[in-house]
């Protein structure tokens, strides 16, 4: 079975100040694949990252960067200088490598105050 | 466009009623998915298609619910007699490559549905 947790269900800051979304995640699978999507007060899920379980290094895009570590079983995302436009609720997702769908969390609500 | 499309953006009916929920890829993804996104139970997948194919009908909930897709494009999403528990928004996502395959899933902005 597949599981994703992302223990923080809202998180509040103030624009320019850094922010942390956790994930955690179980399977069974050796191969899998991670993602990070964002959902805009829109509705619109958007994909933002991929990492694959073989590839731990880390990547940083502009005000996003990525910490995957497979010994904890994480894959947590960074915004540096958050701003008002980040406001979205971030979902984490899991997809072994024998499957076809996305195990999502729960999501967690970022809201960026100016 | 270029991205996924559904249509309708908003339906409401009556309980009993039924109704059909369209999506349409983004083109020369040959992988379609559905899900379903309610308060209380999260992002749910309902079912995957490969091609016109289903391999995978495992998240559909009862037998009310039915999909198909035709010319390895356009799907369906046919729910039967509904019922308020089948309010929730449906959103469509394809990719390219088969399902399995570390290829990332583009969402639509999901049809919402209200059951009264």
């Known amino acids: 079975a597949q599981k994703v947790t992302q223990a923080q269900t809202e998180i509040s800051v103030v624009e320019k100040e850094d922010v942390t979304l956790d994930c955690v995640y179980e399977t069974r699978d050796t191969t899998y694949y991670l993602f990070w999507y964002k959902q805009p007060p829109s509705g619109e899920l958007v994909f933002l990252i991929r990492r694959n379980s073989f590839d731990e290094q880390n990547e940083i895009s502009g005000r996003y960067s990525w910490n995957f570590q497979k010994s904890t079983s994480s894959f947590n995302f960074t915004i540096t200088a958050s701003q008002v436009v980040d406001s979205a609720v971030y979902f984490c997702a899991l997809k072994g490598g024998s499957n076809y769908k996305l195990t999502f969390g729960k999501g967690t609500l970022l809201t960026v105050n100016p | 466009g270029a991205g996924v499309s559904q249509s309708p953006s908003n339906k409401v009916t009556e309980k009993g009623k039924d109704v059909e929920l369209r999506c349409d890829p983004i083109s020369g993804h040959t992988a379609l998915y559905w899900y379903r996104q309610s308060l209380g139970q999260g992002l749910e997948f309902l079912i995957y298609f490969q091609g016109n194919s289903a391999p995978d009908k495992s998240g559909l909930p009862s037998d009310r619910f039915s999909a198909e897709r035709t010319g390895g494009s356009v799907s369906t999403l046919t729910i039967q007699r509904t019922q308020q528990e089948d309010s929730a928004v449906y959103l469509c996502?394809?990719?390219?490559?088969?399902?399995?395959?570390?290829?990332?899933?583009?969402f639509g902005d999901g049809t919402r549905l209200s059951i009264l």
């Open positions: 996502a394809s990719s390219r490559g088969p399902g399995y395959s570390n290829q990332p899933q583009h």
